[in-house]
């Protein structure tokens, strides 16, 4: 028992990331564009989590709030790149699978620019010093395997407990989540009864990239404590992955990355058996994706639809 | 009648689209209470002129009056703050959403953050019952009737306190029985004090249901007249402007073998069970149309596309000239001598992008002839579109433009050119005049009869009940996927049909309660 | 308008080149806010690329493998379907010509063809497994690829580890002679570069693009699918098949890449942490040439020498290389948002035709 909840908690630390990348996704894709740029968004979180730390520590001297810092900072990064996507896709109108692929490439290429620039050559930031660590939520984290699978970790966990179901009230409750998916899945209808598609497709990205932010500045502070051009590889594209999987909604997101995370969890929990020792390591690394493939071929893959109007920038003239 | 201020007033309004003039000019105005009729062809620029009050397209000229008062109706937002609602033909619904949801989008009651959907639901009751416009709040409109959706899309615009109601071509999309339950609905509208415009190219409708008719043709209006004063072949006269008559010389039927059959052919619906199409049997012969009335939505498109191949038959059989094809490919099915004219051309019928001639062979059996040995026969397939367009009148200024350049109605009859060429043994046409002009559809009806009578069988599905009279020998009325019966369009009286296409009765079995 | 004027006239042909400018220009203006002198930079580029013969020689080199996956890229997108997974292809076609190259001993004039063909033959059949999940089990095909992707990653590293590098090692043992497709003379020519029969055959992977899509039956339906899947599938084609051989050819073109890496230009294999990433570089390709054969070679020269000039850069101006991905970048977000352009641009063209216009105010004053 004491493993499974071990497992589960280290479960988690890989999750949480892929958690926020895909809720951002979910918000952007519910307001009808598509954001293949969510690997850069998390590259420019971790970046900027990465730096902002780095520079408390150094001249701020405030210690303990620090990653406190470099989160935000990871959540205003994502931001300005989502700020781009959605001024190209929404307002210029361009192909929204384009415009994610470029930024993704120039959120890597720029955010390795400026580590270059300020660590002076060095293809990756200083170590931080001041990283968060767990911190057991009283009371709750003594319950037998619960308190040690789910309350036992750190502060950007608990984050992403509350985010999930606000995210899902947030949609699926209010007025604003109305708006949102409206737009989403019928822009003329939400339009001619004055919704403004625009604004509520630019809020949709927005929160994409800082969510997504959030994400690569978990990584940051939770898992590798510095940033350089392995910090995010591939978590971007796991957390789409994860939003199609959960089918656009909250809970489902939080129960696919949690997926994703476990299939990486279990690799480091393997390496404890035996009997690993025989399976060549690279096959240990490919188990998350390979179990992946079945699970989309087998079940999920037939009937998934997002949302209707997803994917095509919104024409007025053609309504 | 009041002469009053009227209501709305658009004085002098022109619009410009690129290559055209949808609006030229035009003047109109609307009394409290009346229900003015728009009439006009496809194309004539109703919809435009809609669209301007409604805040959908400025005007380049002229201005709208609102109560007396000059106004600038930059958007759906301000049309609906004067009191202007539109109902739409292509419904503006959020499918997955509640009707309630759909009602109140934009203006949503709320409790504290989160919506109220209590008083939602409670309100909309409320608005449907004093209007007599029935509808559950809490159903999703995806799972609801096209009239219902009627329903929540006119109830849209009175939750929103709409005076002024503008329907675009409502009646569509509706059954028999629908169509007079709206006009029912429309007239106590007006006695509400509610002032409408009502865009229809339906002279039926018009008669019943309106106080003034104002004519538009290619954008200017012909005229303005009280309805009382007028009659059905004055406005269609107006409408076309000059004498028409689509009624065509047609010869005897003279069938010949059977070339379709259709055996208790059934298509499963979705997982709710009930199949789509449900066990439908009849013949065609050659030389012979055969129509199938109904409302959209009662199987015909299944029942097509499983002729075609497109969705699997999970009962009965279908033989071609005797073959069986129940379960045929798409392509075997093409060369076993089955064309089809699809519903949705630029879908099904048409690759856009592709070029005139290339389009021209898409599907073709002859594969031979286009194709020498994998590489495309670029001469052979530019004479063949030469001779198509030349002989059925597809105008385009060079073959090698892309097709979505073309018009709707060439685009359409580059459909038919392909389709009818290839000598088919089965035709079938699904709405093969919709979006045309009047010229245009004599056209495709003269090629339909000739097809005929070149022995052809052809199958004619429409939601025009006059086009299928005209051209039919015979109508099999479908509803809920079954066949209620079949009539003969000489005999059968309007009503007959419109009943057993709404589902009370039939043929040869009296009205069942 | 005579024709020369005509083609400049059209968007589709100055758009690219304005974008080029705005990028290069973008990148100058990253280079001097991070400290950085543009022009020593840009000039040192240029240098760089046209300096020697080795230099010239050896930015070919860089531009073959972005050139095969540009078009591997470029014909699934023809196709409609978005191959996000050129890089696993790339992996699986090296690997397979690396296996053939060493474990494998014949005479040279069937040792090297046969590398080439088995590494093609997989990498088409590693594109295919996205093509028949799409197909077959309805899987998005960008899920699908990513997926593969890191499985050929982990799987190139396993078959190298375990089969081919000795214990310890990195790199596995250079292929055999008789497997090699280098050109000795050329490299000579050209100073040292590693030329090989890449290029070449790049380029005769282009015209067969361009006479596969346009004038065969194959290519009629898979471009028909790519427009309008509805409507092919009316018209009787095959699309399930179609996705299959789109990915087949597409994987092929990447795999491709991936052999003359290892027969014509390393001669060996290396375990990766991760991918070099030329699969994603061919998307950018592919983008910057519109899908197009000729775009995709010019592209892929762009690109190509934009990167191996960015060492030059690097060398004489101290900048990091990074800036070159910035200015492509650039490029294809401004060919990606080319209405943003042609608003800018459009004052200088005064003679457009149909424009639309724009309403008239109250008074009848056209805006």
Not at chain 2, 88 to 115: R, Y
Request: charged residues 20%; neutral net charge; aromatic residues 8%.
């Amino acid at each position: 028992m004491g493993t499974l909840a071990d497992l589960i908690s280290s479960t988690l630390v890989f999750s949480v990331a892929l958690i926020f990348a895909a809720l951002g996704g979910v918000f952007s894709e519910r307001s009808g564009v598509f954001n293949i740029g969510l690997e850069g968004m998390m590259t420019a979180g971790a970046f900027g989590a990465a730096i902002a730390s780095y520079y408390m520590e150094t001249d701020g001297g405030a210690t303990t709030s620090s990653p406190w810092v470099g989160l935000v900072a990871g959540i205003v990064c994502g931001f300005v790149f989502a700020l781009l996507h959605a001024y190209a896709t929404v307002s210029l109108k361009a192909d929204q699978t384009i415009v994610g692929v470029v930024i993704n490439i120039l959120a890597v290429a720029v955010t390795l620019y400026l580590v270059k620039i300020i660590f002076e050559g060095a293809g990756d930031t200083a170590q931080l010093k001041n990283v968060f660590a767990k911190w057991p939520i009283p009371l709750l984290s003594d319950i037998p395997f619960l308190g040690r699978a789910f309350f036992n970790s750190y502060p950007t966990t608990y984050i992403a407990y509350i985010l999930v179901p606000l995210s899902s009230y947030l949609l699926f409750k209010t007025p604003f989540g109305l708006r949102l998916r409206s737009v989403g899945e019928h822009p003329g209808a939400a339009d001619t009864v004055g919704i403004n598609v625009t604004k509520y497709r630019y809020i949709g990205v927005l929160i994409s990239g800082a969510l997504a932010g959030l994400g690569g500045a978990t990584i940051t502070l939770t898992t590798t404590s510095n940033f350089s051009h392995s910090t995010i590889s591939g978590q971007g594209f796991i957390a789409i992955a994860a939003l199609i999987f959960g089918r656009w909604n909250p809970y489902g997101v939080f129960g696919a990355a949690f997926f994703f995370g476990m299939a990486q969890a279990l690799r480091n929990f393997l390496t404890r058996f035996e009997f690993s020792q025989s399976i060549p390591t690279e096959f240990l690394y490919m188990l998350p994706y390979i179990l992946t493939l079945i699970v989309l071929a087998g079940a999920v893959g037939k009937s998934v639809r997002g949302p209707a109007a997803a994917g095509e920038a919104y024409d007025p003239s053609k309504r | 009648m009041e002469h009053a201020v009227p209501v709305v007033e658009l004085r002098g309004i022109t619009k410009r689209f690129p290559g055209i003039v949808a609006n030229d000019a035009i003047s109109l105005e609307l009394r409290k209470g009346e229900i003015h009729a728009l009439l006009g062809e496809n194309g004539a620029g109703k919809s435009t002129l809609m669209s301007i009050l409604f805040g959908l397209y400025q005007p380049d000229e002229g201005e709208i009056l609102v109560d007396g008062k000059p106004q600038v109706i930059d958007g759906p937002g301000k049309a609906i703050e004067l009191g202007i609602g539109m109902v739409h033909q292509h419904f503006k619904l959020v499918q997955p959403f509640t009707v309630a949801e759909n009602i109140v989008l934009g203006i949503e009651p709320s409790k504290g953050l989160s919506i109220n959907y209590r008083q939602a639901n409670a309100k909309v009751k409320e608005l449907s019952e004093r209007y007599g416009l029935m509808v559950d709040p809490t159903v999703k409109v995806e799972e609801i009737t096209v009239g219902m959706q009627q329903r929540v899309e006119i109830l849209k615009t009175l939750y929103r306190g709409a005076e002024i109601l503008i329907f675009d071509e409502p009646t569509a999309v509706l059954t028999v029985q629908e169509i007079h339950e709206l006009m029912q609905i429309l007239k106590r509208l007006s006695g509400e004090g509610k002032s409408i415009i009502l865009i229809t190219h339906k002279l039926k409708e018009i008669m019943e249901v309106s106080d003034r008719v104002t004519i538009i043709r290619r954008g200017k209006v012909v005229g303005t007249v009280n309805t009382a004063e007028t009659n059905e072949s004055e406005l269609a006269e107006k409408m076309v402007g000059r004498r028409v008559s689509l009624d065509k010389p047609k010869a005897a039927a003279k069938p010949g073998e059977v070339v379709l059959e259709l055996s208790g052919v059934t298509v499963a619906g979705t997982d709710k069970g009930k199949p789509v199409v449900d066990d439908v049997t009849f013949n065609i012969r050659a030389g012979e149309i055969v129509g199938i009335a109904g409302v959209d939505g009662n199987g015909q498109h299944e029942l097509v596309e499983a002729l075609t191949g497109m969705r699997p038959v999970s009962g009965g059989t279908i033989r071609l000239n005797g073959k069986e094809i129940t379960h045929a490919s798409v392509k075997d099915r093409i060369k076993a001598g089955l064309s089809n004219i699809p519903e949705d051309r630029q879908k099904h019928g048409l690759v856009l992008d592709f070029s005139v001639s290339e389009n021209l062979i898409l599907g073709s059996p002859e594969q031979d002839r286009f194709f020498k040995g994998g590489f495309l026969n670029k001469s052979e397939i530019d004479r063949h579109a030469t001779k198509l367009i030349e002989a059925y009148d597809v105008r385009t200024p060079d073959i090698h433009n892309k097709t979505r350049s073309l018009s709707g109605g060439n685009q359409q009859k580059a459909i038919i050119a392909r389709e009818m060429e290839r000598d088919p043994q089965l035709l079938i046409a699904v709405q093969p005049t919709r979006g045309l002009d009047i010229g245009a559809i004599s056209f495709v009806h003269d090629r339909l009869l000739q097809a005929r009578a070149e022995g052809k069988a052809i199958l004619l599905i429409s939601y025009e009940l006059d086009e299928l009279h005209r051209l039919s020998d015979r109508i099999q009325v479908i509803f809920d996927g079954r066949i209620m019966g079949e009539v003969d369009p000489e005999k059968a009286q309007d009503d007959e049909v419109g009943l057993m296409m709404a589902g009370k009765m039939q043929a040869g079995k009296g009205a069942s309660a | 308008m005579n024709k020369a004027a005509d083609i400049f006239n059209k968007p589709s042909t100055y758009i690219p080149f304005i974008a080029i400018l705005l990028g290069l220009l973008c990148g100058g203006i990253i280079m001097w806010i991070g400290g950085y002198d543009p022009f020593t930079a840009y000039g040192a580029l240029w240098k760089t690329v046209f300096g020697t013969r080795y230099d010239f020689g050896e930015t070919i080199v860089a531009i073959t493998p972005i050139l095969f996956t540009g078009l591997a890229v470029g014909f699934a997108f023809r196709a409609g379907i978005f191959n996000i997974g050129a890089d696993g292809q790339y992996i699986i076609g090296m690997t397979a010509a690396t296996i053939v190259g060493l474990k494998v001993h014949l005479p040279a004039f069937i040792h090297a063809p046969l590398a080439l063909i088995v590494g093609t033959l997989c990498g088409a059949l590693w594109g295919a497994l996205v093509g028949w999940l799409k197909a077959y089990r309805g899987v998005n095909e960008v899920i699908s690829a990513i997926m593969l992707n890191w499985i050929a990653l982990y799987l190139s590293n396993y078959v190298l580890r375990d089969f081919l590098v000795k214990k310890g090692e990195q790199k596995t043992p250079n292929i055999d002679d008789t497997a090699s497709l280098s050109i000795g003379w050329l490299s000579d020519f050209m100073k040292g570069a590693r030329m090989d029969w890449g290029i070449w055959v790049g380029l005769l992977c282009v015209v067969i693009f361009y006479v596969l899509l346009w004038r065969t039956k194959q290519g009629y339906e898979l471009r028909a699918v790519g427009h309008n899947a509805d409507a092919a599938k009316a018209a009787g084609i095959n699309i399930k098949a179609s996705f299959i051989k789109t990915m087949m050819i597409s994987g092929a073109f990447a795999g491709l890449g991936g052999v003359f890496s290892v027969l014509g230009v390393f001669h060996y294999q290396v375990v990766q942490a991760a991918s070099a990433g030329y699969g994603f570089d061919g998307i950018a390709v592919a983008l910057l040439g519109g899908n197009h054969p000729l775009g995709i070679l010019l592209g892929a020269i762009l690109f190509g020498g934009l990167t191996y000039g960015s060492s030059g850069m690097n060398f004489e101006a101290d900048v990091p290389t990074e800036i070159v991905r910035i200015v492509i970048g650039s490029i294809i977000f401004f060919v990606a948002s080319h209405g943003l352009i042609r608003t800018v641009i459009q004052p200088f063209f005064k003679k457009r035709k149909s424009r639309e216009r724009k309403g008239a105010d109250m008074n009848g004053n056209v805006g």
